[in-house]
Each structure stands twice: as C-alpha cells, then as structure tokens.
Antibody, heavy 118, light 110 residues
Framework: QVQHHESGPGLVKPSETLSVTCSVS??????????WAWIRQSPGEGLEWIGT???????AYNPSLERRVTIVADTSKNQLFLRLTSVTAADTAVYYC??????????WGQGTLVTVSS | QSVLTQPPSASGSRGQSLTISCTGT?????????VSWFQQYPGKAPRLMIY???KRPSGVPDRFSGSRSGNTASLSISGLQAEDEADYYC??????????FGTGTKVTVL
C-alpha cells in the first residue's frame, strides 16, 4: 500500500524560498498508475490546489501561483518536492501532498505547517 | 481560476438529513463527472467521501451521497450522526490538469 507523508522547515522568512518534501513508500513516486498534487490550507481557511505532477514529470500549476511554484519528483529518493519562491505571510499554511487517481485526490498526507515570519 | 461557492455553514439534528450545495460554472462543476467531496475534522487531513459526482470510496457510509444538476453539485447526508460534524469541501476538475476547491461548509449536528 502506497503511503506518503510531508516534511518541511516549519518557519521561513519573508522573501525566501519555501521547500516542502513528500516522501513516498510502498510504491514508486513516478508510477503511471497514479499522480501527485500539492494542496495547501491557510489557518482557518479553505483548501487551495497548488499544482500537479504526473507520470514522466508533466506539471500543471494554479495560475495564481504559477510564477513562483515548482513541483518536481526525484525518483532516486522516491520523493516529491514543492518549491515556492518569494514567500509572504499569505503563504503561511499547512501544505498537503495528495495522491491522485483518475481525477480525484485519493489519499492525503498528514500535512506540514509552514509559517512565514521574520 | 475561481473557487466554488458553498454555504459557510449547515446544521441538522441527529437522524435528520442535510444537503450541501457547491456552485461553479460550466468550466468546472458542469464540465465533467469529476466532482469530489472531502470531509475534514479540525487539525486533520481531508478524507475523500465522494468522487465522480456520486461514487463512494470503500469504507464511506452509504448515508453519504452526491449528485449534480448543471453547474451545482450537492452532498447529502442522511441519518445525521455526531461524527458527521466536520468541514466539507467540494472539488472539481477544471481542465488543463487543473482543479478547484469549494469555499467549505461547516456542518453542525444539533
């Protein structure tokens, strides 16, 4: 059974780059059977889709974040990475890694809280 | 890319039924069958409850059901139970490998 969990820095300073990792076990991160997405939730707010990465690395990003976001997969480490540049307090959120099947988010990690503050 | 509109809150007594709406456009909710619903308890990750408008993953009680009419999807909960008290979010495929979430509805069981 494929399992995954997120890890992150906890605290990032404004204008710096936020990097969050999703570690996958029990299956290959680049399997053709599923895909991956990053989703975030600011404190007390709703869910926001950040982006998606599919088999062979094809990506799609939320237009509101596209200029600042990068999602990559490292098959040697079986991990996914989210990078968000030039962060502000508005990027403070719990960042979730979710597995996708067809067009649904099938399972979610427990999330990692990243706070942007000086 | 706009969010889908949900009522901020909904409530019902134990044993009663409740329906939550999720209104979008022809480019998301009305675009395809790929509409999902998630349940989220405070401090926990969301859980998939409904996918492809009206399908339930294994383990989800049949008290939960989904439907859609035009650009509005709905989640219905029958026989409300205390453990149904949570936040619920709809989600739709919006084309070009993009997705959009609803604003969320807090369900209270009286």
């Amino acid at each position: 059974q494929v399992q995954h969990h997120e890890s992150g820095p906890g605290l990032v300073k404004p204008s710096e780059t936020l990097s969050v990792t999703c570690s996958v076990s029990g299956g290959a991160v680049n399997s053709s059977s599923y895909w991956w997405a990053w989703i975030r939730q600011s404190p007390g707010e709703g869910l926001e889709w950040i982006g998606t990465i599919r088999y062979r690395g094809a990506t799609a990003y939320n237009p509101s974040l596209e200029r600042r976001v990068t999602i990559v997969a490292d098959t040697s480490k079986n991990q996914l990475f989210l990078r968000l540049t030039s962060v502000t307090a508005a990027d403070t959120a719990v960042y979730y890694c979710a597995r996708g099947l067809w067009y649904r988010f099938d399972s979610w990690g427990q999330g990692t809280l990243v706070t942007v503050s000086s | 890319q706009s969010v889908l509109t949900q009522p901020p809150s909904a409530s019902g007594s134990r044993g009663q039924s409740l329906t939550i709406s999720c209104t979008g456009t022809s480019t998301d909710v009305g675009r395809s069958i790929y509409v999902s619903w998630f349940q989220q308890y405070p401090g926990k990750a969301p859980r998939l409850m409904i996918y492809e408008v009206n399908k339930r993953p294994s383990g989800v009680p049949d008290r939960f059901s989904g439907s859609r009419s035009g650009n509005t999807a709905s989640l219905s909960i029958s026989g409300l139970q205390a453990e149904d008290e949570a936040d619920y979010y709809c989600n739709a495929y919006a084309g070009g490998d993009s997705f959009v979430f609803g604003t969320g509805t807090k369900v209270t069981v009286l």
